[in-house]
């Protein structure tokens, strides 16, 4: 008997802890129009957001839609120009009590693989030393770098949704702006 109760009380606690976990998403859902007088981008003068469980869909008036699953895990997309300009965009979507924050880093990985460089770029000086490679020419300056790309969290009070976004600045110094939409 007690040890049906020890597991009894376990499933309740793993449960409890299931429930927290599955925290439910904000109902940021319907169209919304950018109020007037507010000069921040936002993400558009208009967008419709559509959420079915977890999934976010955000659709500008004028652009591609954007699919966001809002369960805190890192997604990956590779946004490369070229294989020896190798770029990922991060992409990791947490739902608040009253928000939903979704944030993005861009990956960067130096040099080339395949031991390929732009060593006679115009715009380089002609003295540059070459970069260090192997012995078989692979460059060795492969670590990546990660950079903070936009923080954007979106929140709804009633017919009035907000949405602040942080996005990396040209020297450094983040950008902060803050959109007012009403719904349609």
Not at 111 to 123: A, E, I, K, V
Request: charged share 20%; net charge positive; glycine share 10%.
């Amino acid at each position: 008997m007690k040890r049906l109760a020890r597991v009894l009380a376990t499933m309740t606690v793993v449960g409890a802890m299931a429930t927290v976990l599955a925290q439910q998403v904000p109902d940021v859902a319907g169209p919304w129009t950018r109020q007037p007088g507010n000069n921040a981008i936002g993400l558009g003068p208009a967008i419709s957001i559509e959420q079915s469980g977890n999934l976010v869909t955000i659709t500008p008036l004028n652009g591609p839609s954007s699919r966001y699953t809002a369960d805190g895990i890192e997604k990956t997309e590779d946004i490369s120009p070229s294989p020896c300009e190798r770029r990922l965009r991060i992409t990791k979507t947490v739902a608040g009590n009253q928000s939903i924050t979704i944030t993005t880093w861009i990956v960067k990985s130096a040099g080339c693989p395949h031991g390929q460089t732009d060593l006679f770029r115009p715009t380089d000086e002609e003295d540059a030393p070459p970069p260090r490679t192997t012995a078989f020419g692979a460059n060795l300056n492969l670590g990546p770098t990660r950079t903070l790309e936009s923080i954007i969290v979106i929140a709804r009070d009633g017919d009035r949704l907000t949405i602040d976004s942080t996005r990396a600045g040209q020297s450094g110094t983040p950008s902060v702006t803050r959109a007012g939409y009403r719904r349609r």
